[in-house]
């Protein structure tokens, strides 16, 4: 699929990786085609009916950008983060729809750099599984 742009839905905490994104623009750093960028208050607000949807409706991926486990402004939002990706991945998998379409990465403010390197390894990863066989098109 050497055409395929895949689209991939950035769920962004506000602590980190918005900052962390808006950093990245501030560097002008390549990012992907196709990136769309969800503000969050904290990545455990992210409930898994949220990462689900957008991938019911179209997304060929789901990166979640939180906070590193100790630093969390709110405590354990993350930590909800992680939890709530992991029952999603069990519930992709009873489906059939492959798990690595759906991940958490941990970084800091100061992160543009990782933000972007996340972006391009997941369109990278997401463009050798194939467009997202279920959903519309966003």
């Known amino acids: 699929m050497v055409n395929f742009d895949p689209q991939i839905i950035a769920f962004c905490c506000d602590q980190s990786g918005y900052p962390a994104a808006d950093m990245a ?3 002008k750093l390549k990012l992907p ?3 769309e960028i969800v503000r969050v208050p904290c990545a455990g607000r992210i409930e898994t009916i ?3 949807k957008a991938l019911e409706k179209g997304a060929d991926g789901v990166l979640v950008f939180a906070c590193y486990e100790e630093n969390c402004q709110f405590l354990r939002g993350n930590l909800r983060a992680k939890g709530r990706l992991s029952y999603a991945h069990r519930m992709l998998e009873k ?3 492959e798990k690595e379409r759906l991940e958490i990465c941990h970084l800091a403010t100061n992160s543009g750099v990782k933000l972007a390197e996340a972006l391009r390894r997941k369109s990278e990863q997401l463009r050798k599984l194939g467009p997202n066989p279920c959903g519309e098109k966003l």
């Open 33 to 35: 085609k196709n990136i």
């Open 50 to 52: 949220y990462l689900l």
């Open 25 to 27: 623009g501030t560097l």
């Open 95 to 97: 489906i059939g729809l």
